[in-house]
């Protein structure tokens, strides 16, 4: 079994930040990818940041929802298997409920599955 536990959400005023965690155990050989996903009231879930493993500890290529370029930084620490999520000049329109998900191969033969965490909220005041 996977968990993926998130941490460090909350509320924050507008323009303030907020560093999201998301830490994985269980049954884990390797973990592939890992994303940041949000879901405002009445809206889809949504893509908002994703990291590959890479060739180094801290992970490799990243990619970002373009309303959140330039102010949110996705990274990751692969021997702690936790990927972080640093939302800076938050705006009220970032509040939302922010899920983990990772690629997660718990056996050297798998290919991979995804696995999601909970959720933390994320509120933003204007």
């Known amino acids: 079994q996977v968990q993926l536990v998130e941490s460090g959400g909350g509320l924050v005023q507008a323009g303030g930040s907020l560093r999201l965690s998301c830490a994985a155990s269980?049954?884990?050989?390797?973990?592939?990818?890992m994303a940041w996903y949000r879901q405002a009231p009445g809206n889809q879930r949504e893509l908002v940041a994703s990291i590959t493993s890479g060739g180094s500890r801290s992970g490799g290529s990243t990619n970002y929802v373009d309303s959140v370029k330039g102010r949110f930084t996705i990274s990751r620490d692969i021997a702690k298997n936790t990927v972080y999520l640093q939302m800076n000049s938050l705006k009220p329109e970032d509040t939302a409920v922010y899920y983990c998900n990772a690629d997660v191969r718990r056996y050297y033969w798998e290919s991979g599955n995804w696995y999601w965490g909970q959720g933390t909220q994320v509120t933003v005041s204007s």
């Open positions: 269980g049954s884990i050989f390797s973990i592939n990818a």
